[in-house]
């Protein structure tokens, strides 16, 4: 075979060695890495692309969502759902306890999430037997809190906003639970319910809330997180402080609760007046206002040191 045969044969062997290879390339290009991601129940969360099309059945993921500007995902909320306000009008699809299964298939979501402490195990198994992805998020200490807003920071690609918004909640956190940790200890009784009454136990996120303000959880040795007690249980705890949550506008409010409380006399706290009363939705939402509540708790356990948290929460040195 000649030279000029040769160098024929090698340029049709480039060209269709060119030619074949372009498929491949192209099936390359087309091939998305999937992102696998673990919840607290252990099951994992497989995304080729971020989620567009969220719904929360817990309002302190919704919270999450809004502070990482990703509330326009939502196409659905929980009925206790109020904040950040752009989720007002979305459709309803059930409270964290009581999911309505139905309307949330039809909204056709790619990423669910729900409430560890509330969300019904059944429900949750029903979602994912349909492929669904279904995050399950813990919240019963502020680093929980922290852990979920860095996830979904994850999951959405918002890694950077979401560091941002977590440094700026720890060392707000941080600085008010050093401000008040060697401050005089008071025992205090949160008051959730009457009938029955209710508390914070030690899987309660408000526990460690009172304790971080610079108090005493009196039923924080109770493992439930919200345990059921009798007046005569309460008495024997001797609560210094009794807290209350307010701006529901039903029976669980503080002036509704004070006439039951009022009637024992011994109780420490009703003798001496001593009663605290914190918004509802930043006290009983473990989500990023959180910090917002133990400013509000830390500021009336020591009055003396109000001023300093005021000027914390304003991110001002002390």
């Known amino acids: 075979m000649n030279q000029n045969s040769l160098n ?16 491949l390339l192209a099936d390359s290009g087309n091939l998305k890495e999937t992102k696998t991601f673990i919840d607290d129940t252990y099951f994992s969360l497989d995304f080729e692309n971020p989620p567009e099309r969220i719904i929360s059945v817990s309002p302190s993921a919704t919270e999450i969502l809004g502070v990482l500007d990703a509330d326009s995902m939502l196409v659905g909320v929980s009925l206790y759902s109020y904040y950040p306000t752009s989720v007002k009008g979305l459709p309803k699809v059930g409270s964290y306890v009581k999911p309505n299964i139905e309307q949330i298939v039809s909204l056709k979501p790619d990423l ?15 979602l994912r037997k349909l492929n669904l992805n279904v995050a399950v998020l813990r919240s019963e200490k502020f680093s929980d809190i922290i852990k979920n807003i860095k996830l979904l920071g ?4 918002r890694q950077e906003k979401a560091k941002e918004v977590a440094r700026n909640l720890e060392s707000r956190y941080e600085q008010i639970r050093s401000l008040v940790k060697d401050m005089p200890k008071l025992s205090v009784f949160y008051s959730i319910a009457l009938n029955p009454i209710i508390s914070v136990g030690t ?50 409010d503080m002036k509704n609760q004070l006439p039951f409380w009022m009637r024992w006399k011994n109780l420490p706290a009703v003798r001496n007046q001593r009663f605290i009363e914190i918004n509802h939705d930043i006290i009983n939402r473990p989500g990023p206002r ?6 509000s708790i830390a500021q009336q356990f020591h009055p003396e040191k109000a001023r300093l948290i005021q000027r914390i929460m304003k991110n001002e040195k002390p």
């Open 8 to 23: 024929k044969l090698f340029l049709i062997s480039c060209f269709i060695l060119t030619v074949s290879s372009q498929p």
């Open 112 to 126: 669910i999430l729900m409430s560890y402490s509330g969300a019904p195990r059944n429900d949750v198994d029903k």
């Open 154 to 157: 994850e999951i959405l690609e």
């Open 203 to 252: 899987k309660s996120f408000i526990n460690q809330l009172i304790h971080d303000a610079g108090g005493i959880n009196t039923t924080g040795d109770i493992e439930q997180a919200y345990p059921r007690l009798t007046i005569e249980s309460v008495i024997a705890r001797s609560p210094d402080v009794l807290i209350f949550s307010s701006g529901m506008g039903n029976e669980l």
């Open 290 to 295: 959180i910090v917002q509540a133990l400013a």
